[in-house]
């Protein structure tokens, strides 16, 4: 199922879209419901990264694993990044975990 879906646009912010880059970043954490949800989330489906919504600064990758978890089982900077986001821990989040493709520059 996950192949035939096309890539999953995701715009990041800079520090976030770096984080990724750097190796630093594994993971992708949104607000679960309609858009960010096991259904139009599974593991195989291909993603695009993207600093901002913009053309350049973009990376390819898929998504290995999604969990939905409860805000308040990350750890603290999470937690912190959770509340600056979403005003709150007491939505459910949506992991992503992602595997970038192999960049050749």
Not at 21 to 32: A, C, F, H, I, V
Not at 33 to 38: D, I, L, Q, S, V
Not at 73 to 86: K, V
Not at 91 to 98: F, G, V, Y
């Amino acid at each position: 199922m996950s192949t035939t879906m096309k890539p999953l646009f995701i715009p990041l912010k800079s520090e976030f879209y770096d984080g990724f880059l750097s190796g630093d970043k594994r993971s992708e954490l949104r607000l679960y419901g309609p858009r960010w949800n096991e259904r139009t989330c599974p593991a195989g489906r291909a993603v695009i990264l993207s600093k901002g919504y913009g053309k350049r600064n973009r990376i390819t990758g898929v998504i290995c694993q999604f969990l939905k978890r409860d805000a308040r089982t990350f750890g603290s900077t999470y937690q912190n990044e959770i509340l600056r986001c979403y005003g709150t821990l007491d939505k459910p989040i949506a992991e992503l975990r992602i595997k970038l493709d192999e960049r050749t520059e």
